[in-house]
Nanobody
Framework: QVQLVESGGGLVQAGGSLRLSCAASGRTFSRYAMGWFRQAPEKEREFVAAINWSGSSTYYADSVKGRFTISRDNAKNTVYLQMNSLKPEDTAVYYC????????????????WGKGTQVTVSS
């Protein structure tokens, strides 16, 4: 069973930055495609960013393209989400998720999830 633990969330002013981290247990982290999703109050969970097993391919939701960057360090079993130029509409609980195989951008396609970290952007 893979366990994911997110960290790095918090309160930031609009225009600011945060860096989220997701630490994974297990020795096969480098085989997983990883992703970040978010869920705002009373809204469905949505895709934010994803990265393939090697880090050579990345994918972004249109709403965050150019502002967020996903990356991974397989030696540290960690995936990151650098968030710049944050907006109030980025406020949500951010979840790390992973799956065996190719990258997918749907919540239903992920095999395991973290418990989330809260990001709040004030105007």
């Amino acid at each position: 069973q893979v366990q994911l633990v997110e960290s790095g969330g918090g309160l930031v002013q609009a225009g600011g930055s945060l860096r989220l981290s997701c630490a994974a247990s297990g020795r096969t982290f480098s085989r997983y495609a990883m992703g970040w999703f978010r869920q705002a109050p009373e809204k469905e969970r949505e895709f934010v960013a994803a990265i393939n097993w090697s880090g050579s391919s990345t994918y972004y939701a249109d709403s965050v393209k150019g502002r967020f960057t996903i990356s991974r360090d397989n030696a540290k079993n960690t995936v990151y989400l650098q968030m710049n130029s944050l907006k109030p509409e980025d406020t949500a609980v951010y979840y790390c998720a992973g799956r065996w195989g190719v990258v997918v951008t749907t919540t239903g396609g992920m095999d395991f999830w973290g418990k989330g970290t809260q990001v709040t952007v004030s105007s």
